[in-house]
């Protein structure tokens, strides 16, 4: 497989773009992300075929736009600092785009600038917000994403394919889950349907988590920027 990664187009509360290379590489060429947020797995291997499924539809119409958008259709996003100020008739998608780079690491797209990017601006990032450069990176990547799909439903209307790696990132059980704009509660069933599922599966969880026997991963960066997060991993390579 030759999969060179993306940068990731936002910044997702409980995001694993940084901690994805710890996890195990896909061994096959379809990737399935149940809980996809901002596809942080994924965005690492974007050659592959990726099917992204969640219940959230802010996310959803987010990635309907990403997948489906042109550099042109990117660049035509102005730049702002409030997404009230984004003109009529831009699409929904383009609109939760700018508001989740907005206020990096949120689990909602926001409406205004965080002020975290504004002091990250004010200490150069050209990165930190709807930014020319952060438009500018997004419009150069769309078209490696045009055969991913994306799908609006829970995680077990995800596609089962004995070819396929899972990546499954559900919400954190315990109180790091309740952040999230789409609550999670039943646990038992996740892990009978993780147990069940074709293929290789990389199920993701924060140290704490019982739900499956997980075992410890390591210590990455978290929101805000000086904590850490430990994560857990239950991996099977294939079905038994």
Same mark, same amino acid.
């Given at each position: 497989?030759?999969?060179?990664?993306?940068?990731? #187009?936002?910044?997702?509360? $409980?995001?694993?773009?940084?901690?994805?290379?710890?996890?195990?590489?896909?061994? =096959?060429?379809?990737?399935?992300?149940? #809980?996809?947020?901002?596809?942080?797995?994924?965005?690492?291997? !974007? $050659?592959?075929?990726?099917? %992204?499924?969640?219940?959230?539809?802010?996310?959803?119409?987010?990635?309907?736009?990403?997948?489906?958008?042109?550099?042109? @259709?990117?660049?035509?996003?102005?730049?702002?600092? =409030?997404?009230?100020?984004?003109?009529?008739? %831009?699409?929904?998608?383009?609109?939760?785009?700018?508001?989740?780079?907005?206020?990096?690491?949120?689990?909602?797209?926001?409406?205004?600038?965080?002020?975290?990017?504004?002091?990250?601006?004010? %200490?150069?990032?050209?990165?930190?917000?709807?930014?020319?450069?952060?438009?500018?990176?997004?419009?150069?990547?769309?078209?490696?994403?045009?055969?991913?799909?994306?799908?609006?439903?829970?995680?077990?209307?995800?596609?089962?394919?004995?070819?396929?790696?899972?990546?499954? @990132?559900?919400?954190?059980?315990?109180?790091? $889950?309740?952040?999230?704009?789409?609550?999670?509660?039943?646990?038992?069933?996740?892990?009978?349907?993780?147990?069940?599922?074709?293929?290789?599966?990389?199920?993701?969880?924060?140290?704490?988590?019982?739900?499956?026997? #997980?075992?410890? %991963?390591?210590? #990455?960066?978290?929101? !805000?920027?000086?904590?850490?997060?430990?994560?857990?991993?239950?991996?099977?390579?294939?079905?038994?």
């Amino acid at each position: 497989m030759t999969l060179h990664r993306l940068r990731p #187009f936002w910044y997702y509360y $409980g995001g694993k773009f940084r901690a994805a290379p710890k996890y195990p590489a896909p061994r =096959h060429t379809h990737i399935v992300e149940p #809980f996809a947020g901002a596809a942080g797995y994924s965005m690492r291997y !974007p $050659g592959c075929d990726v099917t %992204l499924v969640d219940s959230y539809p802010a996310i959803v119409e987010t990635w309907r736009f990403l997948i489906g958008a042109r550099r042109s @259709d990117i660049m035509a996003i102005p730049i702002v600092e =409030h997404v009230d100020d984004l003109p009529d008739g %831009l699409p929904d998608g383009a609109r939760f785009l700018v508001g989740w780079n907005l206020n990096s690491a949120a689990a909602i797209p926001r409406k205004t600038l965080s002020a975290g990017n504004v002091r990250n601006q004010s %200490l150069g990032s050209r990165l930190a917000g709807w930014t020319a450069e952060r438009r500018e990176r997004t419009a150069s990547q769309v078209s490696a994403i045009s055969h991913w799909k994306v799908i609006e439903g829970d995680y077990t209307i995800a596609p089962r394919d004995d070819r396929a790696t899972y990546f499954v @990132d559900p919400p954190y059980q315990g109180r790091a $889950g309740s952040y999230y704009a789409r609550k999670f509660s039943d646990y038992p069933a996740l892990a009978e349907w993780c147990r069940g599922l074709p293929g290789q599966v990389i199920v993701c969880e924060q140290e704490g988590a019982t739900w499956l026997p #997980f075992s410890p %991963l390591g210590l #990455f960066k978290a929101q !805000p920027a000086r904590q850490v997060s430990s994560e857990v991993i239950w991996y099977r390579a294939e079905q038994p």
